[in-house]
């Protein structure tokens, strides 16, 4: 039944896990409203010749519904717009709530492009490998104009704003390669911005993730070294740390947990810290890219609005690198154990 719905309707295939619940509420709101609007339409035209004016005296005769009537003909609309809000609620709630064990990748928009790039190191330009059932969550940035991303077969669709990061997820179903649309305009090729999602089985994507650390070593001038001493890949951590350095983020904060002129770096991300105006924040990939780009928009107790905006003076894949960089710096027993063990996170030599 549903199958046949998909086609009568046009849909996509399905794909994700998100695809289902979505396509379930749609036929379930275009079914009952074709239904109705059906109904509506044969009533009228069965009024239409059963009352039909027969004389010219005729007069029509003046009706007053009973309660019943009206009551019947308000709750049961309602009750069904009340049913499809909850249900597209709770579809929402899913939507917006990646699991924790989800896999990131970070997702820029340019004109006319879209890139991506995984925090171990591989980097795709309009081609997003991912593995089969298991849960991505997409941090989506754009370098230029607004651009949305969108995969039909996911059903899924989010803003691509510059200065911003964005997130939404999915979990693919089954392995095949599914179409990118970009759904914002953003320029003259703006129809022309498409990519594809490569979805593969676990084995292949294990031997994918083997191919692009090999290629990526090959890249290197120092390749030819002994393949055991020679360095592991460049990480989006290292390039934040060596990023970082180079605009300055150093001479305001620590990574050793020691408070400066702004927060340590050290713990810092998924921290709840409490806001001068009151509220609350945990510090996630979108509030710290905020405080790059827009620092005085929710300032930390205890700090000043000391911080210049990095807006324009960071690309998104070095906001995404410093992101991945103090992701890296985590405190594991500092404060529980005393025993001071310094950043997980080995600054490399340069
Ligand atoms: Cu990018 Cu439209």
Redesign the pocket.
Known sequence: MNELLNNILFLPEQASTFAERVDSLHIFVVTVTMLSSFAVGTAALYFFFRYRRRTPEQLTEYVIPSVKTEFLFVSLPLIFFLTWFVIGFRDFVFVTTPPKDAMDVYVM?K??MWKFAYPEGPNGVNVLHVPANRPVRLLITSRD????FFVPAFRIKMD?VPGRYTQTWFEATKPGTYQIL??????LS??K?LGEVVVLSPEEWDAWLKEQRRGDLANRQDALADLSLAPQPARMAEQGQKVAAEVGCFKCHTVNGEPHIGPTFLGLYGRQSTLQDGGAIRADEAYITQSMMDPGAHLVTGYANAMPTFQGKLTGPQTAAIVEYIKTLRTPDIRTTGASQGPVYEPIQQ
């Open positions: 928009g004109q006319w104009v607004l651009h949305s691509a970009c759904t914002e305009y953003c320029g703006h129809s911005m």
